[in-house]
């Protein structure tokens, strides 16, 4: 079981762990057809907790967790940049592809037997066939083949079961994450182990809570949404509920239901949760326009993309789509002011790599080793040291000094050094402050190892 959980008003406590590369999932070398080494790169933050709030402002600002480490991807200087997206569920709408993948699950799940059996004890009236031929309920579709809403009898063809738990460790669940990495990812039986799905898939910094929203409980925090059909665990969705939005972590499903388009299945399904639950928003979790296996997130209109620099959000629509084919990078916020004839907001645009001494992820890297900050580097995202000294008192933020918490402002005396040297504990606090913002700086209690 999970361990206790902290009270709503625990404070998120982060350990920065700087800024490193890492290899590329995405995408191999040419010659060798393996990942290219050192080609992305993130800024990371260890935590063991994390209030809900907090994460939901790290979520606006390009922030993904993986298991208890959080990461900022370099965007600008990695080889696939990571894009933030999310989908307004008031505004969904699946398409034609999308519902004839949920009808055949549905009619997989009853059966012909019951579906004509149905007809028969329970006939639809003409105005009610008439009106389903006109339009499409996702929230009844979702719910027609699961057990708990059947008309009885007679008995469907199967038994599909759908339930919210904890995000906790069993070995139905490892057994079905076993089965998915190995038969669908090709991954070898060393590479798969109990404590790696243990820490990837079960282990969550989020403090889970309940609060009301219109009148009604809402959960938050880290949860598996499990499918059952007949009895075996099928499928897993893990999800973080956070205050505005529910965001997909990771997806698996048995290797015996492939051919169900389970992905869609999923999609549809937490897209449809998110709107009832009043969570607002959907993320899908990174969007990576140079992998066609990313491609299928813009399919679940209307998608709307993260800014890595101004953190607003643009409709994955038209220009965004035109600029993301040709460009590696987009920033539509930069697009626009380069174009503008504002020369003073011209020349506060931040470096692109090319522009500065760092121009590759491994060199920056190797910067940032030598004690150059996020702030030399000029990773997007990251506020400047000008909109650090203007948005946050690093007086205020707390340190965990020992077993005691203290203002850095009463321990800086003892500590001096600058704020951009990383190599300083003041340069340390001041580069997570700006990484994570305003918001999150005064709430947060760092932990330096």
């Known amino acids: 079981m999970q361990a206790p959980v902290p009270s ?17 999932g995405y995408c191999k070398h040419d010659s060798t057809k393996q990942r290219s080494p050192d080609s992305s790169a993130s800024y990371y933050v260890f935590t063991k907790q994390l209030n809900v709030d907090h994460y939901q402002e790290l979520v606006d600002r390009g922030w993904r967790r993986s298991g208890t480490l959080l990461y900022k991807q370099d965007v600008c200087r990695s080889c696939c940049p990571y894009y933030t997206i999310r989908l307004p569920v008031s505004e969904f709408a699946p398409s034609k592809d999308q519902r004839q993948a949920l009808n055949k699950w549905n009619k997989f799940v009853l059966g012909d037997d019951y579906i004509k059996e149905s007809a028969r004890l329970r006939p639809r009236s003409r105005e009610q066939k008439a009106r389903e031929r ?26 599909f079961e759908v339930t919210l738990e904890p ?25 798969i182990s109990r404590d790696g799905f243990r820490r990837f898939l079960c282990d969550s910094p989020l403090q889970q809570v309940v609060r009301n929203i219109a009148g009604k409980e809402q959960k938050l925090g880290s949860y598996h949404q499990c499918y059952r059909l007949d ?36 999609a549809l399904r937490e897209a449809m949760f998110t709107m009832e639950g009043h969570y607002q928003f959907y993320y899908m979790g990174f969007y990576i326009h140079s992998c066609v296996k990313m491609r299928y997130k813009g399919t679940y209109k209307p998608q ?50 090319h522009q500065t001494a760092h121009e590759s992820a491994k060199e920056a890297a190797a910067a940032a ?43 800086m005396k003892f500590n001096p050094g600058s704020v951009t040297d990383s190599r300083t504990i003041k340069g340390t606090i001041a580069e997570l402050a700006a990484s994570v913002g305003p918001v999150v700086s005064q709430g ?6």
Not at 334 to 348: H, L, M, N
Not at 395 to 409: A, D, E, H, M, P
Not at 444 to 449: A, T
């Open 167 to 191: 995000a906790d460790f069993t070995e139905e669940k490892y057994q079905a994450f076993e089965n998915y990495q190995r038969n669908v990812h090709r991954e070898q039986p060393s590479e």
């Open 134 to 159: 006109s339009s499409f309920d996702l929230a009844h579709a979702l719910r027609e083949s699961e057990y708990a809403n059947l008309s009885l009898p007679p008995e469907p063809a199967h038994r």
């Open 304 to 353: 709307y993309v993260l800014d890595p620099e101004s953190l607003d959000w643009n409709p994955l629509e038209g220009r965004m789509r035109a600029l993301l084919d040709t460009k590696k990078y987009v920033s539509l916020s930069r697009e626009d002011i380069e174009k503008s004839a504002d020369a003073a907001a011209r020349a506060k645009l931040s470096s692109l790599p």
């Open 444 to 449: 947060m209690i760092v932990k330096i190892r």
């Open 369 to 411: 080793d030598e004690g150059a900050s996020l702030f030399s580097i000029s990773m997007p995202g990251v506020m400047s040291v000008e909109e650090l000294e203007d948005q946050v008192d690093l007086k205020t933020i707390k340190v965990s000094v020992g077993n005691r918490v203290l203002k850095w402002g009463d321990v």
């Open 8 to 24: 709503p008003e625990s404070p998120s406590i982060l350990t920065p762990a700087g800024y490193h590369t890492s290899s590329c």
């Open 231 to 266: 009895g075996q665990l099928i499928a897993i969705g893990v999800l973080d509920l956070l205050p505005h939005g529910v965001s997909s972590v990771y997806f698996l499903y048995h290797e015996s239901v492939s051919q169900w388009y389970f992905g869609k299945l999923s």
